[in-house]
């Protein structure tokens, strides 16, 4: 059993400083999964054709949607800085709450670190083309240096930024959906050979699908985010859900059209399936030679830029929390005393995620570091999701009277519908050989994160918000009212 | 597989994703009410409903790739189909009188009034129709026989019911237009005013002023007068007779009565308390104490309040309460009188 003890924050210790409104969550939503929408889902489009990625989109927007609204509820109930973290500890228990919290900073962490390898490519062709030769990864460590900095500042210019970002990343996508109708040729999104009992829309089949759903992820992961601001918002109650409901809508009213057209212009499916930029790669062969390298680059890093500083966000909020409650060290939950950012958590997770992206170059290139970076992201992401859903329906049967400002009108069907499909989306993360050594990975940091937990967290648990609403929760008229209809395993 | 048999044009694929979406999603409640809460049957039915329109129309491809082996033909499958579609709409209704009438507008204390055997009654009602429709258009099959005897057996029904469906209309027509709920305080008819204590399908129950019960049937309730004290205004007015002797100073006495009835809590500041000069009468000024209360239920003890604090209040002031007098002339006949009233006297 665990055990919560230590001093709680004296009342001159500085804490996180609440400014978001619904408009500053809608742009870290939509920063933090944007680059989703330039590069990352259209492998998806090898393993299902255009018909089997048009299929998994559908089904993961209707996953991720049930999932932001059921997620919204607990935010809106449970808004504090460890996001996940705290929905799992107070529904399930420190054991599963501590596996949720650090599964959510390895999707952070990795996603950013894979963000800075392909935002450093980006920039260090820039360079050379103005004349600055570096290698990338000194890049890499620039990018992080810049976005860290801009991310301890202050709440108020860091959600700024996440608007801004968030804006022009949408605003290159409208771009490309003009330049690219004209261009639209279904012919295009079909040229996917079939294997042999395929079609041209299913060219794998109905298990494409399948495998396509993992890819179809992309468009949305790390939506959830939003759930990590909770101390940071003006008024939770209100703003996080309209800033995470709005955060998906727009997501999913992008990914479609992104999908559509991307895959419908030259050169085709096949091409932009196998393509590291897939957007760049159609807008470049739809306007060749009426446009500079410059234009398309830039157009690269605006998604790139918006979620690398929004993961940075993320992690950095992550890692925060998990350092306040003792699971992780507490130095990591020290706050600028003026600034009122966790700008040691926020340096932690850039020098892990920097160090991370330079193995990848100083390894084998065999071992494909940055695709298992991006296998990690998205296997924490799911797992995650799973975890919040069984805390979501567990809370409510075991206490439907808890105090909860927004209600989910998707109620316990759209957690378990979004478990359901979030599920079956791991199943075929397990299966996929491309996706299992990043698994594997992300999996061995859950556990070794565990390990610390038993062998020393569990006994220096702190009295973080997360801790505290969970010995709140137990010991409330609202426990001992259910109590006699269910038995209380918190 | 050939391309013949998998969805292939971007119609076919809609209804593909329709299908596994209902089918997801269907399985969602389902695993949703089994281990969280049942409240959410309901909705299971338009899950249910979409799943058997996706099949429907995504026939063209589906029964060669999943159901060749099960059904015999396209025209089974349609049929399995529609079926399936017309008994979902049926378990829909079910669930919808489940959820908006047995437990919801009939429903009394948060639980279900309606008798059981009625409700399975109309239950089995309901599904008997579905089966109806289905013989009827899905399998072409004559119901007349059916129906005919559906039908007598719903006269026998209403015939030997009419009292008790007649009490359940007037129940339903009460709990619709809400003309007074449990907890409150009325009048019914000619009847003393009694609190609601209970409304079942067939019967309202008042507990009077003395602890006696009073049963009204649901008709009796429907047809009488109602006076509301507690909804939907819960404030209600109060006035109380005072006098006083002639010649007093009328708005020194309204002053020191509206001071004196302001000071009571229970009574409510809004609208005012009030002193109504009335009338001469008896030899004295007559006039009426009048404030607002919001507990009916406490109106003895309120009223009580109110006197001694006026009470007390005019006593403060010098002032006295006076009674009411009549003169009375008395006549008495004497023996005189009797006697020169008697014939022949005189």
């Known amino acids: 059993m665990s055990r919560i003890d230590g001093e709680p924050a004296g009342p001159a210790a500085p804490t996180l400083r609440r400014h978001a409104g619904p408009w500053s969550l809608w742009g870290l939503g939509v920063s933090v999964a944007v680059t989703g929408e330039f590069a990352g889902w259209n492998s998806g489009l090898i393993e299902g054709g255009f018909g089997g990625m048009l299929v998994a989109t559908i089904l993961i927007s209707v996953m991720y949607l049930a999932m932001s609204l059921s997620a919204a509820e607990l935010s809106a109930a449970l808004p504090y800085a460890g996001g996940a973290y705290g929905f799992v500890r107070v529904a399930l228990g420190p054991w599963l709450g501590c596996a949720a919290g650090i599964a959510q900073i390895v999707a952070y962490t990795a996603a950013a670190a894979a963000i800075a390898v392909s935002f450093g490519g980006f920039v260090a062709s820039l360079g050379r083309q103005a004349g600055v030769d570096l290698p990338d990864f000194v890049w890499w460590g620039a990018l992080y240096v810049l976005f860290v900095i801009f991310n301890v500042l202050g709440v108020v210019a860091l959600f700024r930024l996440a608007i801004t970002l968030a804006l022009l990343a949408l605003a290159a996508l409208v771009g490309f959906w003009v330049v690219a109708v004209p261009a639209f040729d279904l012919t295009y999104a079909l040229d996917v050979v079939a294997a042999p009992g395929g079609s041209t829309w299913l060219p794998n089949g109905l298990a494409g699908i399948a495998w396509a759903i993992p890819f179809a992820v992309w468009f949305y992961v790390g939506v959830e985010a939003v759930t990590l601001a909770g101390e940071e918002t003006a008024d939770p109650a209100r703003a996080i859900p309209r800033g995470f409901l709005w955060s998906i809508v727009t997501l999913i009213a992008v990914a479609v059209p992104t999908l559509v057209l991307n895959s419908g212009v030259p050169p085709g499916a096949t091409a932009v399936g196998l393509s590291t930029e897939p957007l760049l790669l159609a807008f470049s062969t739809v306007l060749a030679g009426q446009c500079g390298a410059t234009l398309i680059a830039a157009l690269g890093i605006a998604g790139q830029a918006a979620s690398f500083h929004a993961m940075i966000y993320a992690y950095g909020r992550s890692i925060y929390a998990m350092g306040r409650a003792g699971y992780l060290p507490a130095r990591l939950a020290t706050l600028h005393a003026e600034r009122r950012t966790p700008y040691v958590a926020l340096i932690a997770g850039g020098v892990i995620g920097f160090v991370a992206a330079l193995a990848g170059r100083l390894l084998p290139e065999a071992l494909g570091l940055e695709a298992m970076l991006i296998a990690m992201a998205g296997f924490a992401a799911v797992f995650v999701c799973i975890l919040s859903m069984i805390a979501f329906l567990r809370l409510r049967r075991d206490y439907p009277d808890m105090p909860r400002p927004y209600h989910s009108p998707a109620g316990a069907t759209g957690a378990m519908t979004a478990l359901v499909i979030a599920v079956a989306a791991l199943g075929f993360m397990l299966v996929d050989r491309h996706l299992v050594t990043g698994i594997y990975g992300a999996a061995g940091f859950i556990l070794l994160g565990l390990l610390h937990f038993a062998l020393r967290g569990r006994h220096r648990l702190r009295p973080a918000p997360e801790e505290t609403a969970a010995a709140a929760l137990t010991a409330s008229p609202v426990a001992e009212a259910d109590a006699g209809k269910r038995p209380a395993h918190v | ?346």
């Open chain 2, 1 to 346: 597989m050939s391309d013949h048999i998998l969805p292939n044009s971007l119609a076919e694929l809609l209804g593909l994703a329709a299908v596994l979406l209902f089918l997801l999603t269907s399985l969602a409640a389902i695993l949703a009410a089994l281990l969280v809460r049942r409240d959410n049957l309901f909705y299971l039915g338009f899950q249910l409903i979409g799943l058997s329109i996706a099949l429907l129309v995504s026939q063209g491809w589906l029964y060669d790739l999943a159901f060749r082996e099960v059904l015999a033909s396209p025209a089974a499958y349609r049929q399995a189909v529609w079926t399936a579609l017309v008994l979902t709409i049926t378990y829909t209704a079910d669930m919808g009188l489940k959820v908006f009438v047995w437990e919801g507008v009939l429903a009394r204390d948060g639980r279900e009034a309606v008798p059981r055997l009625l409700v399975n009654v109309v239950r089995f009602l309901i599904y008997l129709v579905g089966l109806l429709t289905v013989l009827q258009f899905v399998f072409d099959q004559s119901i007349t026989a059916l129906a005919t005897l559906s039908g007598a057996f719903a006269i026998v029904l209403g015939l030997s019911a009419q009292s008790t469906l007649g009490e359940m209309f007037a129940g339903i027509a009460i709990a619709l237009s809400r003309p007074f709920r449990i907890g409150d305080w009325v009048r019914i008819g000619n009847l003393d005013e009694g609190r609601v204590i209970d409304m079942t399908w067939r019967l309202v129950r008042l507990e009077m002023r003395d602890r006696t019960v009073v049963h009204l049937t649901n008709r009796q309730c429907a047809e009488l007068p109602v006076k509301n004290f507690s909804f939907p205004n819960d404030r209600v007015r109060m006035a109380e007779d005072i006098y006083f002797p002639r010649g007093f100073d009328q708005e020194r006495i309204k002053a020191v009565v509206r001071r004196a009835i302001a000071k009571v809590p229970t009574v409510l500041a809004e609208p005012a308390p009030n002193a109504v000069f009335m009338a001469v009468r008896d030899g004295v000024d007559h006039y009426s104490m009048r404030f607002y209360i919001r507990q009916y239920e406490l109106r003895r003890r309120i009223v009580e309040q109110v006197w001694r604090a006026v009470t007390a209040e005019l006593a403060h002031e010098g002032m006295a309460i006076a009674q009411p007098r009549q003169i009375v002339d008395e006549f008495r006949r004497t023996a005189r009188d009797e006697e020169a009233a008697l014939p022949g006297a005189g």
